[in-house]
Structure formats: C-alpha cells, structure tokens
C-alpha cells in the first residue's frame, strides 16, 4: 500500500524557524516532492530530493533519507506570507505517479 | 501559453448530467496529471499521460471517469452521469519530460452538482 503522513496542523512566530516532517511507506520511491498552496490557490513547487541528505534552497531546505521513509521541510526567517499548506509528495518507480499527502497547515503568527 | 489553463473554472450541474473538463497544458509539456482535491486534503491522483498515451489511470474512481489526450496536448476530463459526490476542484499539472521535474498546477475547475 501507499501511505504519507505528515502533521495537520503546525503554529510558528515569524522570524522563526519551523520543521514540517513528512514519512512515507510506498510501493517504489523514485523521488520526493515539497509544494506550497495558499488556500485557494495551486499547489507551486519548493523542493526535490531523490538521494539522501539536505537539499538548500534560500530560506527553505528540504532533506531526505530513503531508508527512513522520511522526509522534512525546513523554513528559515519565517514571513507571516509562508502561512499555507506544504504538501510532502512521492513519486513512485516505473512511471510518474504522484502520491500527495494531505498537507500541513502552518500558520505563522506576528 | 504561460501557464496551464483550466477551462471552465467553475461548473454547476445538475445529478445526472455529463460534463467536460478541460485542460491546456503549457506548451511543450510531455506529461500531463489530472488530480481531484477536497477540501483541507492534498491532491488525489486520476490519471497521468505521456504525450498521447494514457499511462496511468489507476486513480479513476469508477467507470464514469474517462479521460483523454487525443493530440499530446489538451486534455479533457469526462464525468458521465455526474453524482453529488463528485463534487470536488479538479487539478491538472503538466510538465517536461523526466522524472526530476516539478508539476505546474492549473487553477482547477471547481464542480459543484447539485
């Protein structure tokens, strides 16, 4: 079976940092995706990571380990602008099925 | 064009009927993903093209789904006989050939039957 789980719901002050962990049990893993929806909105691409370790990119880093089925997201000088739903997704083996999780809400407070 | 374009953005029909949704990826995009989303979840998938071909349409709730991409580039997706649960936005993304790229998202059509 295929299965991602990651937190509903998570509250951070701005200017803070904030880790949003995402594990996954899937039937092949060939690389795992972080996007961003504000409510109302598509979901926009933050992150891939295919091999183990910490991808950076600006204020947000993504890291993976694969033997772990684990994930995060690490947001950086939190700006009250990255209130929104980061979706962890994994891609399976053999094709480019996208397998979303249900997304963590993160509300950043003054 | 500059982004995938959804069409129509929002839809209102009544149990029963069928409806069209449609979806014009950015151009040059080989893959192309419909994906149903509820509210407060992430994306379901539906289906997944390469090109023309339907890879992938394991995500299709029932036999009254059904989708195609007859040139490698617009897309409909088809509810026959639609029922209230189908009631959801519907997403499509595309994007290039290989497998580290990132979807791009349209706006959604939301459908509403009521």
């Known amino acids: 079976g295929q299965n991602i789980d990651q937190p509903t719901e998570m509250t951070a002050t701005e200017g803070a940092i904030v880790q949003i962990n995402c594990t996954y049990q899937?039937?092949?893993?060939?690389?795992l995706f972080w996007y961003q929806q504000h409510a109302g909105e598509a979901p926009t691409f933050l992150s891939y990571?295919?091999?183990?370790g910490l991808e950076e990119k600006g204020r947000f880093s993504s890291f993976l380990s694969r033997s772990k089925g684990y994930s995060y997201l690490l947001l950086k000088e939190l700006q009250m602008k990255d209130s929104a739903s980061y979706l962890c997704?994994?891609?399976?083996?053999?094709?480019?099925?996208?397998?979303f999780g249900a997304g963590t809400r993160l509300f950043v407070k003054a | 064009g500059a982004g995938v374009s959804q069409s129509p953005r929002y839809k209102v029909t009544k149990r029963g009927q069928d409806v069209a949704l449609r979806c014009d990826p950015i151009?040059?995009?080989?893959?192309l993903y419909w994906y149903r989303q509820a509210l407060g979840q992430g994306p379901e998938f539906l289906t997944y093209?390469?090109?023309?071909?339907?890879?992938?349409k394991s995500g299709l709730p029932n036999d009254r789904f059904s989708a195609e991409r007859p040139e490698g580039s617009i897309s409909t997706l088809t509810i026959q006989r639609t029922e209230q649960r189908d009631s959801a936005m519907y997403r499509c993304?595309?994007?290039?050939?290989?497998?580290?790229?990132?979807?791009?998202f349209g706006q959604g059509t939301r459908l509403t039957v009521v």
């Open positions: 093209f390469n090109y023309e071909a339907q890879q992938d």
């Open positions: 997704a994994v891609r399976n083996t053999g094709g480019f099925k996208t397998i």
């Open positions: 899937t039937s092949g893993f060939n690389g």
């Open positions: 990571n295919v091999l183990d």
């Open positions: 993304a595309s994007s290039p050939v290989g497998a580290s790229t990132e979807a791009f």
């Open positions: 151009s040059g995009h080989v893959s």
